[in-house]
């Protein structure tokens, strides 16, 4: 039972590369988000989907796009990275809104 | 003022202790709270739910105080285990979830 997987686990970009972060959930879940975070920042919401077909800006959209894919899949993209990307990324889904969320384990990402 | 805070600590308590972590919430049309538990370099995993009525489950427990705007966990007879940090999250149904900045717990020997 695999829950929510991400991938990749870790990643190194050069500034103004491009790249998809992949997130599956199995859990049947409807709503599925993206989160970064940063030391002595806590999880920072960066978009979210709270349904199949639907995507919504978090606190910080600025920089990245989604893809809700199908129900199961959430993808995350950086166009141009920056070095203030660098952070850990973690995806997660429930059932809604008011439901708990479940995290993957992560992905590690680095623009140097 | 930031929608959910926490005291960010660190608690460092001796096994055995009887710890409680508060958080404050400003908005109040949140609907749903949660306990989190985070591992360093790992995944936040949730530790429980919290209801008006309280809960209990095991060692910990966790209630919501709406007319302050403020939840509680309560970890009595601390383990070694225990040590990580330990995120409140509240929501207001609209799927913006803020977590707080988390509280980190060391139970030391």
């Not at chain 2, 959910?4 to 660190?10: H, K, L």
């Not at chain 2, 908005?27 to 209990?56: H, I, T």
Request: aromatic share 12%.
């Amino acid at each position: 039972n695999a829950g929510v997987t991400q991938t990749p686990k870790f990643q190194v970009l050069k500034t103004g590369q491009s790249m998809t972060l992949q997130c599956a959930q199995d859990m049947n879940h409807n709503s599925m988000y993206w989160y970064r975070q940063d030391p002595g920042m806590g999880l920072r919401l960066i978009y979210y989907s709270a349904s199949e077909g639907t995507t919504d800006k978090g606190e910080v959209p600025n920089g990245y796009n989604v893809s809700r894919l199908n129900k199961r899949e959430f993808s995350l993209r950086l166009e141009s990275a920056a070095p203030s990307q660098t952070s850990v990324y973690f995806c997660a889904s429930s059932e809604n809104g008011i439901q708990p969320q479940h995290f993957g384990d992560g992905t590690r990402l680095s623009i140097l | 003022r930031k929608e959910v805070e926490q005291d960010p600590g660190p608690f460092n308590v001796p096994e055995g202790a009887t710890v409680a972590f508060n958080c404050t919430y400003s908005n109040s049309a949140s609907q749903s709270f949660f306990w989190y538990r985070q591992d360093c370099r790992k995944e936040p995993k949730l530790l429980m739910s919290v209801y008006s009525s309280g809960n209990e489950d095991g060692r910990f427990t966790a209630q919501l105080n709406r007319a302050s705007q403020y939840i509680s966990l309560l970890i009595r007879d601390s383990k070694l285990s225990d040590s990580a940090t330990y995120l409140c999250v509240g929501n207001t149904g609209g799927f913006k979830t803020i977590f707080g900045a988390g509280t980190r717990l060391f139970v030391k020997a």
